[in-house]
């Protein structure tokens, strides 16, 4: 069955860093776009970052972009999340999640967009 | 980019019908599609409609999804509500330059 597990949060002061990691299983990981959400405590989804199956292509919210850096390794059927520079306002559980199968019509990658499994996440606290 | 506003809470009784709507503030929400999610209380969310109206395979058909061009957005409906149903439901799209947008949430409490 499909899994999501991951790990690295913790407490940590402003200005520090935190790298989480996420350990598929269960699926070929090669073959699917991951996200980054978070949720801060009480609050609602928020989407932090993207990574193409390949890894060749990322993007951010503008929230974190310049500060958190996405990677995968496809070898290891792992994602990452480095965060550099954190705020309180970082503060929340992250998740990451697999976006369903890409299909491709007349030569053209659709992404579908559609998250069909998370992770249970990890919680990050920022905070002196 | 563009927005999606959901209500914060709506409520209603067990084996009532419940509607949760999810307006887009600009451009079509026709153009990108609607996916909602379920969250219960210390869970991870789930999906319950994809692609604005298709249910995952495990999804009572109690769960439908929708939009209207009228009003520029989507709906989840809810019928014949079940204590279980009581969770915070999340929608999501995405925007032109392929970032992912979710509502705000809404509450729903089966009372």
């Known amino acids: 069955q499909v899994q999501l597990v991951e790990s690295g949060g913790g407490l940590v002061k402003p200005g520090g860093s935190l790298r989480l990691s996420c350990a598929a299983s269960g699926f070929t990981f090669s073959d699917h776009y991951i996200s980054w959400i978070r949720q801060a405590p009480g609050k609602g989804l928020e989407w932090v970052s993207y990574?193409?199956?390949?890894?060749?292509?990322?993007d951010y919210a503008d929230s974190v972009k310049g500060r958190f850096t996405i990677s995968r390794d496809n070898a290891r059927s792992s994602l990452y999340l480095q965060m550099n520079s954190l705020r309180a306002e970082d503060t929340a559980v992250y998740y990451c999640?697999?976006?369903?199968?890409?299909?491709?019509?007349?030569?053209?990658?659709?992404?579908?967009?559609?998250?069909?499994?998370w992770g249970q996440g990890t919680l990050v606290t920022v905070s002196s | 980019n563009f927005m999606l506003t959901q209500p914060h809470s709506v409520s209603e009784s067990p084996g009532k019908t419940v509607t949760i709507s999810c307006t887009r503030s600009s451009g079509s929400i026709a153009s990108n599609y609607v996916q909602w999610y379920q969250q219960r209380p210390g869970s991870s969310p789930t999906t319950v409609i994809y692609?604005?109206?298709?249910?995952p395979p495990g999804v009572p058909d109690r769960f439908s999804g929708s939009i209207a061009s009228s009003s520029n957005s989507a709906s989840l409906t809810v019928s014949g509500l079940k204590t279980e149903d009581e969770a915070d439901y999340y929608c999501q799209s995405y925007d032109s330059s392929n970032r992912v947008v979710f509502g705000g949430g809404t509450k729903l409490t089966v009372l």
């Open positions: 999640a697999r976006e369903a199968r890409i299909t491709m019509v007349q030569g053209v990658i659709v992404r579908p967009f559609h998250f069909d499994y």
């Open positions: 692609e604005h109206n298709q249910r």
């Open positions: 990574i193409s199956s390949s890894g060749g292509t990322r």
